[in-house]
C-alpha cells in the first residue's frame, strides 16, 4: 500500500512553544490530506482536511489559529501547534487518501507523541 | 456518513477465526463500508473496504448482509500481532473518514 510519512514520531516541549509535524507521501501525491488527534483511550478525531494549494477545512470547534495546516505541495503537510499548552498534549496523526485504483483509501503515519510540559 | 455501532472489546483465541461485527442500519446505498485497525501508538492499517458484495484479500474478509444494514469483518486465523482496536466506517467516496469507537481485539494464546 501507499506509504505516508510523519515526523517526528515524539516531541517534548515547553508550555507556550510551537511545535511543527510533518506528514509527507512518499510513493503517491496526495491533494488531500487529514489530520487526527487521539487522546489516551479514545477514538481519533478528525481536526481538519487540508488541500493542497489552499485553505484547510477544520472541524468544528477545533481552533484554526491554534493549529496551523499548510498543504504548499502535493506531497507534504505540516501541522503547527501553536503556543502549546500542556491541554494539547496528545497523540496527532496524519492522513493521505490515495485517489489510485477503483476506489479510494486512506493511508495514515505512524502519528506524533506531542508532551507539552 | 451513515453511523456504525461496535461491540467495545472481544476476545478471540489464537488460531481462530476472529469474527467482529458492525451494525450500520442507516447506511445509504452509495455508502463503503471500511475497515481499519490500530495497533497501540501506531497509525490506523487499512485492512479492506466493500460497497456491496462480500470482499476477501490477504488480510482479512469482508461479509455485507444483503440488506446492507450489518456487516462482519473476519480474520479467519487471529494471531497475537492481530491484538488491535478495529474501526468500522462507513462513508460516501469522496467525504472524510469519521472514526467511532471501535472493537478492541485481544488474541489470547
Known amino acids: 500500500g501507499a506509504v505516508v510519512s510523519q515526523h517526528p514520531s515524539r516531541v517534548i516541549c515547553k508550555s507556550g512553544t510551537s511545535v511543527k509535524i510533518e506528514c509527507r507521501s512518499l510513493d503517491f501525491q496526495a491533494t488531500t490530506m487529514f489530520w487526527y488527534r487521539q487522546f489516551p483511550k479514545q477514538s481519533l478525531m478528525l481536526m481538519a482536511t487540508s488541500n493542497e494549494g489552499s485553505k484547510a477545512t477544520y472541524e468544528q470547534g477545533v481552533e484554526k489559529d491554534k493549529f496551523l495546516i499548510n498543504h504548499a505541495s502535493l506531497t507534504l503537510s505540516t501541522l503547527t501547534v501553536t503556543s502549546a499548552h500542556p491541554e494539547d498534549s496528545s497523540f496527532y496523526i496524519c492522513?493521505?487518501?490515495?485517489?489510485?485504483?477503483?476506489?479510494?483509501?486512506?493511508?495514515f503515519g505512524s502519528g506524533t507523541q506531542l508532551s507539552v510540559l | 456518513d451513515a453511523k456504525t455501532t461496535q461491540p467495545p472489546s472481544m476476545d478471540c483465541a489464537e488460531g481462530r477465526a476472529a469474527n467482529l461485527p458492525c451494525n450500520h442500519s442507516?447506511?445509504?446505498?452509495?455508502?463503503?463500508v471500511y475497515w481499519y485497525r490500530q495497533i497501540h501508538s501506531q497509525g490506523p492499517q487499512y485492512i479492506i473496504h466493500?460497497?456491496?458484495n462480500n470482499e476477501t484479500n490477504e488480510m482479512a474478509s469482508l461479509i455485507i448482509t444483503e440488506d446492507r444494514k450489518s456487516s462482519t469483518l473476519i480474520l479467519p486465523h487471529a494471531t497475537l500481532r492481530d491484538t488491535a482496536v478495529y474501526y468500522c466506517?462507513?462513508?460516501?467516496?469522496?467525504?472524510?473518514?469519521?472514526f467511532g469507537t471501535g472493537t478492541s481485539l485481544t488474541v489470547i494464546p
Open positions: 466493500g460497497l456491496k
Open positions: 492522513s493521505a487518501r490515495d485517489l489510485g485504483g477503483r476506489n479510494e483509501k486512506l493511508f
Open positions: 442507516t447506511i445509504s446505498g452509495n455508502e463503503y
Open positions: 466506517i462507513v462513508r460516501v467516496e469522496g467525504n472524510q473518514f469519521y
